[in-house]
């Protein structure tokens, strides 16, 4: 698979995943006046969710070549 179309999936896959996780109010976790920390939360739980969604979308797409 050739290298500008997973990076393509792993791009799309961590959009959806900041979109997915927007709708979550990770305020509530935080002391009060921490809004800096939450975002940065929302942020890195974005990437490795899009990691782990694009990894497994991309060994799919390979794996179903062979069948």
């Given amino acids: 698979m050739n290298i500008m179309y997973k990076a393509a999936i792993y791009i799309i896959s961590v959009l959806t995943s900041v979109y997915a996780l927007s709708s979550v109010n990770f305020?509530?976790?935080?002391?009060?006046?921490?809004?800096?920390?939450?975002?940065i939360l929302v942020l890195l739980?974005?990437?490795?969710?899009g990691y782990?969604?694009?990894?497994?979308?991309?060994?799919?797409?390979e794996v179903s070549k062979f069948y």
């Fill in 45 to 49: 739980l974005a990437l490795a969710l």
């Fill in 27 to 39: 305020n509530n976790f935080f002391k009060k006046n921490r809004e800096k920390e939450a975002k």
């Fill in 52 to 61: 782990l969604v694009g990894s497994f979308i991309i060994d799919f797409i």
